[in-house]
């Protein structure tokens, strides 16, 4: 094999590797912030989310941020592969915008999700498992809104 292309095949491995370990890492790293820096949950919203969460993720936020990207690729949530992202169609660095009728036409996109699962975690006449599901998809699409 050509040196030149062992190099490149070589290279592209480290970065697709740094990348989805910084992914997981990234969105723990935020979902733990969020719930010990106290101002960025109130009192009331961390009880729930402890008590939502449950010591599966050892009511945090941390553990569960990765779980929409960990069964995305499942059959049964494929359907969640549009709610990771917003594909902007804007210019950068020109023009650097985010616009839900322009970006989201189909719903199909992170900020019809946040929107979605904001509503549906507040939801009581929703059972634990599916409020619980929810809190989740917010966790992992919140801290990857960029």
């Given at each position: 094999m050509n040196t030149h292309l062992m190099l490149v095949l070589w290279a592209v491995n480290l970065l697709i590797g740094g990348v989805a370990a910084w992914g997981a890492l990234g969105?723990?790293?935020?979902?733990?912030?969020a719930q010990q820096v106290h101002q960025f949950l109130a009192p009331k919203a961390l009880s729930f989310v402890q008590s939502?969460?449950?010591?599966q993720y050892?009511?945090?936020l941390g553990p569960a941020a990765t779980w929409a990207d960990d069964v995305r690729s499942e059959?049964?949530?494929?359907?969640s592969a549009g709610f990771h992202?917003?594909?902007?169609?804007?210019?950068?660095?020109?023009?650097?915008s985010v616009s839900e009728s322009r970006d989201c036409g189909s719903g199909q996109c992170i900020l019809t999700a946040i929107a979605n699962y904001t509503t549906r975690v507040v939801k009581t006449s929703l059972n634990a498992t599916q409020r619980q599901e929810a809190l989740k998809f917010i966790?992992?699409?919140t801290y990857v809104a960029h």
């Open positions: 969105h723990e790293t935020v979902g733990y912030v939502s969460l449950g010591s050892s009511e945090s059959a049964a949530y494929s359907w992202f917003v594909d902007a169609e804007d210019s950068p660095p020109s023009s650097c966790g992992t699409t």
